[in-house]
């Protein structure tokens, strides 16, 4: 009876030490990890370096700037673009007049409808006279009479497309057909208009026409030409003969009406015309240069129909 509870009592005494032991041992492997935490040192670099990166940035920025040669390097790189934009737009204005350009191309969408009525109706229209503000022309789009440069730009490439179209009728369409058009065209164009000069030297007449006056001038028949072409595919070559005369009479007078007052500048100041071989010169010059109208547009265009 006395010899089990002792048995049972040194049983647990020895258990206790033993767990015990087992108790320590897992507490020290939970208090002391196999590997260090370095994340949040990491997150403590990050942070300093984000904090101390803008600093760095504006300091390293800031000795630039304050650097007396940067800034001289810097001055004197834009002086020279400056310079530089300066005489390439010079150059580029000797040889292209891009300001007067500008003038030519103000054009709105009344304008062109205007002047495209007058260009194939100019009987009615009575004031031909260009507008002026403070010694300068006003713009077209301001002006039905002043010249322009959209119309007869337009009027090319519209009537190389109208002349691509007539030659694809008839089976006769090629790229280097389309372009021989093309540069026909372009070429008597130019040819007109150094002609028109070269009269106005040899005749020695003082006006305000310049190169891109008579180049806008000469590009108007291109609208009476769009139209006879048209009318002909259309309704065969009896209404191309008809719409043809038609413009052909309207840009004969539209030129004469239009030439007269910058030809015959001194003569419409008076009210009439003065008598003298010059003026006679001047006379024939208009006549020439509006007669010579018809004649290319019919020149250009009466291959197109068959």
């Known amino acids: 009876m006395d010899y089990t509870p002792t048995q049972s009592g040194s049983r647990q005494r020895k258990l206790q030490p033993n767990m015990r032991l087992r108790r320590s041992s897992v507490d ?74 500008k003038y030519y191309f103000a054009v709105d969408t009344v304008y ?19 507008s002026y503000q403070k010694d300068t022309p006003v713009a077209p789009r ?29 089976n006769r369409f090629s790229p280097e057909l389309l372009g021989v ?8 164009l130019i040819m007109e208009v150094l002609a028109v000069l070269l009269s106005l030297y040899l005749v020695t007449v003082n006006t305000d026409l310049t190169t891109i006056d008579l180049l806008a001038f000469s590009g108007y028949k ?24 038609w413009c052909c009479a309207a840009i004969f007078v539209f030129m004469i009406r239009t030439l007269r007052l910058k030809l015959l500048s001194e003569a419409a100041a008076e009210g009439r015309l003065v008598r003298g071989t010059r003026n006679q010169l001047r006379m024939y010059l208009t006549m020439s240069i509006a007669a010579a109208q018809p004649i290319f547009m019919y020149w250009l265009t009466y291959h197109l129909i068959r």
């Open 222 to 245: 291109y609208v009476g030409m769009i139209v006879g072409v048209v009318a002909g595919l259309l309704f065969g070559r009896p209404a191309y003969y008809l719409s043809l005369l």
């Open 112 to 130: 062109v409808g205007k002047k495209l009525g007058l260009l194939v109706f100019p009987y009615m229209h009575e004031n031909w006279e260009v």
């Open 181 to 188: 058009q093309a540069s026909s065209a372009l070429v008597w």
């Open 142 to 170: 301001f002006d039905v009479n002043a010249p322009d440069l959209y119309i007869p730009a337009m009027g090319f490439i519209t009537y190389v497309l109208v002349a691509g179209l007539a030659l694809g009728t008839q």
């Open 28 to 101: 020290g492997l939970e208090g002391s990890q196999l590997f260090e935490d370095t994340s949040r040192a990491a997150r403590g670099l990050q942070t300093g370096n984000q904090q101390a990166g803008p600093q760095a940035a504006g300091l390293s920025s800031q000795s630039i700037l304050s650097d007396p040669m940067s800034n001289l390097a810097m001055a004197y790189g834009s002086s020279l673009a400056s310079q530089g934009r300066e005489m390439v737009d010079k150059n580029l204005d000797r040889f292209i007049p891009i300001s007067k350009m």
